[in-house]
């Protein structure tokens, strides 16, 4: 029957993108310490499709098909993975799963769902990470938003809403563990990009440097020794005792950036 093929496929796509996906984070990640919530697993099949051939009612066989095909998105509900500190990672890494999932595809495409998955890392586990990723999430799903490196967001508040935390903004920028930073599933490509918290102030230099504010903000946070771990206890680094002279720096390297990459385009 057409309606079973159909269900079958689309089943086994998102099913075969999933497994892709959960290698791929094996491989940058490792095992996860826990995942929320706790219903990470491929889609599988849930009812038997024999089922159908047992119906004579057209309007069950109907029924039974929708029902299940709502099954897949149901039971493919997005996941924050939770990865805790090792050797060469000493901080929490909490990743989403889903928002790559090709929810409404049957064919390779460009791109996989969304084509992003997004992270946050935190230097102790904490439930901020993941509430500031579901909204994040439920943005995405609800409004078709995007979030690629380089994109602002002001959180209208504090970053964790247990703390008094000054950071109250985040930026996107390319995840360090995801050297590569675009992957292939089955069903298409996806990128890792890291949300990085910050404060007003921050926000506010970053938003002068235009072009190059994400990338002039994540390399301040590294000459401050912050990179891209989210601390919400953190001070505001537009205080740090030598804020003028990284600022001072990051101007000579971008003005000796524009110039070199304007005599390439000449040559």
């Known amino acids: 029957m057409e309606r079973e093929l159909t269900y079958a496929q689309t089943l086994k796509f998102v099913k075969s993108a ?4 959960d290698k791929i984070f094996q491989e940058l990640f490792g095992q996860p310490s826990y995942a929320t919530p706790d219903t990470y697993r491929p889609p599988e099949l849930i009812f038997n499709l ?33 990865y805790g500190p090792d050797p060469l990672r000493p901080y929490w890494l909490y ?11 049957t064919c390779k495409e460009e791109v996989s769902g969304y084509g992003f998955e997004l992270a946050i890392k935190s230097p102790i586990d904490a439930m901020w990470p993941v509430n500031i990723l579901r909204t994040l999430a439920l943005h995405v799903l609800n409004h078709s938003g995007v979030f690629s490196p380089g994109a602002t967001l002001d959180l209208k508040s504090s970053i964790d809403s247990y703390s008094n935390s000054d950071l109250d ?27 990085i918290g910050i404060s007003t102030n921050e926000m506010k230099y970053l938003r002068t440097q235009k072009d190059y ?5 994540q390399e ?36 000796n950036f524009s110039e070199f990459s304007a005599k390439q385009q000449l040559d």
Request: charged fraction near 25%.
């Open 95 to 105: 990743v989403t799963s889903g928002l790559s999932t090709p929810w409404l595809s």
């Open 213 to 217: 504010g994400a990338w002039t903000m």
């Open 50 to 82: 024999d089922e159908i051939k047992d119906l004579e009612n057209e309007d069950k066989i109907e029924t039974l098909i929708n029902d299940n095909n709502k099954s897949i998105f149901k039971d493919q509900e997005l996941n924050i993975l939770a």
């Open 18 to 21: 999933w497994l892709e996906r």
């Open 169 to 195: 903004n985040l930026f996107v920028w390319y995840l360090d563990e995801a050297s590569d930073a675009w992957y292939e599933l089955p069903s298409g490509g996806f990128g890792l990009f890291c949300c």
């Open 220 to 255: 301040l946070l590294r000459r401050t020794q912050n990179n891209q771990v989210t601390n919400p206890s953190r001070k505001c680094i537009m205080k740090h005792k030598n804020i003028k002279a990284l600022k001072q720096e990051m101007k000579i390297y971008l003005r």
